[in-house]
């Protein structure tokens, strides 16, 4: 039965894809030309330049079986989709052909000790660690770029065991037959000389038995193929040459760059190369809606940042970068507040891989690749073949493959460098002649021996923090002994030396790390691949999902690129059924024009390695609330061209002291982790225009910790031209700041809001100094030197005033008041200004009505009431319940008496205007005063001499300001006199009491 359900997908899928490639045939010659071949890479970085879109629907993160499944999936289902890939894109002549090329290709890291070399974008990257190493691809196709393209059905002994997603059973095969057809896997034509002898020297041992014969995904030219050789992905015939695994280098491999990914490109998926994602940000709408200027894109649900200032916005993220790629994306998002299950990094499997070298065979395995000078002079029939054709199954649960060493392999290293040494008789010599005769026409009888099979998926993937890098600790592999048993006899068999690796794992199938589960509890994924949301087991993350190797639970036991492919078909339903579902409820899920049926393939580099922009770093220390806190920044300055006329004009904002911050805060006593930087903005030259002679530093950023937690740090460096800049140091190398925590809308949870400072020290700013980078670093300096010559030497107004408007004082009604005449003891007619508060204050203890305050200006300036502003204090004032007074002294009157001193102020004015409140609120009120410049004086006048008694004072506030706000060494030593108490008592020694005959009399004491 389940033969015939198989048929019957194959058939439904051959029928699909008959139909394209004769819906492609009807296309014309130019969109056929432009839906077949890539088009030419752009200058780098044009895909951050203006007007190029960084806005998508979904955003697929890597293109090796799971990635380019899923943008095949999601482009031809009318979303506008960009694929991420890390690596470059590889033509056939870019593979390497010899060792030298090999070697410069390649990657290693030595996670033990630390120690890593070879370019990023390598096209093989080798991870040592311990007593495991692990290979990967790096490139526009993942690993079908160098893998031997073996594709077998997923065993049924895997699809059997208990962590297998039972959903994934109900569509497999379809799934399974979808996936075989857009690969376009084929029977190898013949049986090469390697695949016979192994066939007679494994045949003779039992337990073994050799399968049907193995399809790859090559291109053979016969005369089945030839149709979908020319039409649908332009590949050329495989030529035996035994060079798979080094690359194909006369296009014969169907990698996923000319199968998925083409229709991915017809379909109008972007692809943007050489971009290594870093992690992925939630942007959550209540985060936007507190501050709109840090989250921008608040329409996207996911920011995908590829470095620490540039991000691509999606409503849809999957991730496929491979198992190690996908894990460390998804630890970095941890650590900047995406919750996820304990157990991502675990159930990790190398699908039981072992490597071992066989050299000098008696037989002639004929396993070793040709060169280009070399092909046309061997016959098809005698050369190498593919690099596997040949394939074993034990009947304790592995495999054997025999496969064919590429010509550019460096052979030595897998004889006693990444193997066990020689055997009595051999050395390093030996291997060197040996090498020598190859190269000079001898036959090599050399050959690899690959074992996959089932291990425990036990390993696990761990992140260090400080170097953020994954380690990772392989399975334990119960069968290794019998693996090295069997390919022991093998090698009697066939005569010769066996050179066992001395890594306990040597892993080109690496599986897990982000398996798929039922719940949270036991996974990172539910079988839809996506991304639990442990905060609450029952949901997941909205448009986050993981779509590779790393969501397979389990070994497959064979090579399971076809597995991989097949999840992901399963997989890619979803989020493209949850896109459209999303897209049907939101009218602005597509922004912008209509999709144009148009891809690019795009080389992006960072404007980092460009040198366009000014960057460095800074580091702060201080206190926040009165804890501990330092700030590790990385800023990133604009750095365009700017004319001459601009650069010299400071009325404006110059756009080169402008910019972008990352790196992280710690502050330990909030958060345990690094507070690190998501957002971020620094404006150095920021100008007020209330205050054209100051210069502020300003910085805005968004802080997520691990937690969950989110932040916002606004913290600003204030400038002022005060005598001459005595205080400039101070002022550029002080940061005050306010810390406060976004609310996330929990009932727990406690908001917290903070002050301090944060100072640079003088070797950490020379440390600043010499970290600055960038082609415009000298115009940087220049401009702000500049700047803070024009602030404190020069004087120089920055902000223009030929914008500002006033307010009308008559658009908003300014609060009614009743004017009381008063007439003094002297006979002087004065006013006081009355405002009743005409609603419920915001702050009261209960039963107590505020008092009334009473407001007293300076000389002749009005500083509370002012109509022009958005606020003041008398309104601020009534906002909070309190009943307003404003005294309208002698000296701002048109009386022309003599009397016009301070002294007649505070013995006739002021007791005037209190007598007035007590009468219309009775004696037993107390009156607030805020009192300014000379009306500060005049109080102290008015209570020190006995003219109002203090007991009817409930609170005393005199201000003094200057234009930059300043503390002299005389102010500060007049604070430090106590003023106060001295008052207090000379107010009780010289309080005047009321006689009942009306009269004043002055008494000692109360």
């Known amino acids: 039965m389940g033969d015939i359900l198989v048929s019957i997908a194959w058939q439904k899928a051959l029928m699909v894809n008959d139909e394209k490639l004769k819906s492609m045939e009807m296309l014309d010659g130019d969109s056929r030309q432009i839906s077949t071949k890539y088009l030419e890479f752009r200058r780098s970085g044009e895909c951050f330049a203006e007007g190029v879109c960084n806005d998508y629907d979904a955003v697929v993160i890597g293109s090796g079986y799971g990635g380019s499944v899923a943008a095949c999936r999601l482009a031809m289902g009318g979303l506008r989709v960009c694929l991420l890939e890390k690596g470059r894109k590889w033509e056939a002549q870019d593979f390497p052909t010899d060792t030298s090329q090999m070697l410069s290709a390649v990657r290693m890291e030595h996670r033990t000790f630390g120690v890593s070399f070879g370019p990023k974008d ?10 495991s190493v692990a290979a990967m691809a790096c490139g526009l196709g993942g690993g079908s770029l160098v893998n031997a393209g073996v594709v077998v059905p997923t065993p049924a002994r895997t699809r059997r065991n208990p962590k297998w997603p039972k959903d994934w059973e109900k569509d497999w095969e379809v799934c399974e037959a979808l996936a075989s057809t857009m690969l376009r896997i084929q029977d190898v034509p013949i049986k090469f000389r390697n695949a016979r002898i192994m ?34 992905g332009k590949a050329d015939s495989c030529q035996a040459c035994g060079n798979c695994m080094s690359g194909c280098p006369y296009n014969a491999k169907n990698s996923t760059d000319k199968t998925y990914l083409l229709s991915a490109i017809q379909a ?3 692809i943007r190369t050489a971009c290594e994602v870093q992690y992925v940000f939630r942007n959550l709408d209540d985060t936007s809606e507190v501050d709109e200027a840090i989250c921008r894109r608040k329409s996207r649900r996911w920011l995908v940042f590829l470095n620490e200032f540039e991000c691509i916005a999606s409503d849809f993220v999957v991730l496929s970068a491979g198992v190690f790629g996908t894990t460390k994306v998804l630890f970095q998002s941890q650590m900047r507040g995406l919750i996820l299950s304990k157990k991502l990094g675990c159930g990790l499997s190398c699908n039981g891989n072992n490597v071992a070298y066989l050299s000098r065979s008696r037989a002639p395995l004929n396993a070793c690749g040709l060169d280009r000078k070399k092909l046309p002079e061997v016959p098809f029939e005698e050369r190498p073949g593919p690099s596997i054709t040949s394939s074993y199954i034990s009947s304790l649960g592995f495999t054997i493959q025999s496969a064919v060493i590429p010509i550019a392999f460096p052979w030595l290293l897998f004889k006693g460098i990444t193997t066990y040494g020689w055997p009595i008789g051999y050395n390093i010599l030996d291997s060197i002649v040996h090498k020598v005769k190859h190269l000079f026409g001898q036959p090599s009888q050399d050959m690899v021996l690959n074992v996959i099979g089932y291990d425990n998926g036990d390993g696990k993937l761990t992140f260090r923090k400080d170097t953020n890098e994954i380690c990772f ?38 599986l897990g790390g982000c398996c798929s589960s039922s719940d949270a509890s036991s996974g990172v994924c539910n079988s839809n691949g996506q991304v639990f949301d442990t905060l609450n087991p029952t949901t997941v993350y909205p448009g986050l999902y993981v779509c590779d190797g790393s969501l397979i639970p389990c070994s497959v036991g064979i090579n399971p690129c ?21 897209k049907s409820k939101d009218v602005d899920f597509v922004r912008g024009k209509p999709v144009e049926k148009k891809s690019l393939v795009r080389s992006w580099k960072s404007e980092i390695s460009r040198g366009s922009a000014v960057h460095f770093k800074e580091t702060m220390r201080g206190h926040v609330g009165g804890l501990p806190c330092v700030a590790y920044l990385k800023l990133k300055l604009n750095a365009r061209r700017t004319s001459e006329k601009t650069i010299g004009d400071f009325r404006e904002p110059n756009p080169i002291l402008q910019g972008k911050v990352s790196g992280h805060v710690m502050c330990s006593a909030i958060e345990m982790d690094k507070l690190h930087v998501i957002d971020g903005e620094v404006d150095l030259c920021h100008v007020d225009i209330k205050t054209p002679y100051t210069q502020y ?20 460096k204030v400038m002022n031209p005060f005598l001459l800049g005595l205080d400039a140091w101070k002022d550029s190398t002080t940061l005050h700041v306010v810390l406060r925590k976004i609310s996330q809308h929990t009932s727990e949870e406690v908001m917290i809001s903070l002050k301090g400072k944060l100072h640079i020290s003088m070797i950490e700013l020379l440390k600043s100094l010499f970290s600055m980078s960038g082609k415009g670093k000298m115009k940087f300096l220049h401009i702000l030197l500049q700047s803070l010559f024009r602030t404190y030497i020069s004087q120089v107004p920055r902000a223009s005033q030929k914008g500002f408007t006033p307010l009308d004082p008559y658009q908003n009604s300014y609060p009614r008041s009743t004017l009381h005449e008063i007439r003094t003891e002297d006979g002087i007619i004065i006013s006081c200004q009355q405002w009743k508060c005409n609603q419920e204050p915001q702050r009261q203890e209960e039963g107590n009505k505020p008092f009334p305050v009473l407001l007293i200006n300076g000389y002749a300036t009005e500083s509370y009431c002012l109509p022009t502003e958005s606020n003041d204090l008398v309104r601020s004032l009534l906002h909070q319940g309190h009943e307003t007074w404003l005294l309208q002294t002698r000296l701002l009157g048109t009386s022309s008496s003599i009397n016009m001193t301070v002294e007649a102020i505070g013995m006739f004015d002021i007791p005037a205007a209190i007598n007035k409140i007590s009468e219309l609120h009775g004696e037993s009120v107390k009156i607030h005063v805020v009192a300014h410049c000379v009306g500060g004086l005049a109080i102290h006048i008015a209570l020190m001499g006995g003219h109002v008694f203090y007991k009817r004072i409930a609170s005393l506030s005199c201000t003094n300001s200057s234009m930059f706000f300043k503390l002299t060494a005389w102010s500060k030593f007049k604070l430090w006199l106590p003023l106060i108490p001295v008052s207090t008592l000379v107010a009780r020694y010289f309080a005047l009491v009321h006689i009942e005959c009306g009269e004043r009399v002055w008494t000692g004491f109360d």
């Open 473 to 510: 600790q392989p399975p334990s592999d119960p069968l290794l002994a019998r693996k090295i048993e069997a390919l022991q006899r093998i090698t009697k068999k066939l005569g010769g030396i066996l050179f066992m690796s001395r890594y306990r794992s040597t892993s080109v199938h690496l």
């Open 122 to 131: 390598s096209l093989y990257q080798v991870c040592r660690h311990d007593d």
């Open 562 to 582: 076809l597995t991989i492919a097949t999840a992901a078909e399963h997989v890619s339903k979803h989020p493209l059924q949850d896109a459209l579902d999303y």
């Open 697 to 716: 530093m300003h910085y805005r950023l968004l802080l997520a910790a691990s937690s969950g937690s989110r932040y916002i740090l606004e913290g600003k």
């Open 268 to 270: 109008g998926c972007d």
């Open 199 to 232: 066939d007679e020297a494994v045949g003779e041992e039992t337990g073994f038995k050799n399968p049907e014969p193995l399809k790859l995904t090559v291109n053979f030219d016969t005369e089945d193929q030839m149709y979908s050789s020319k039409k649908f």
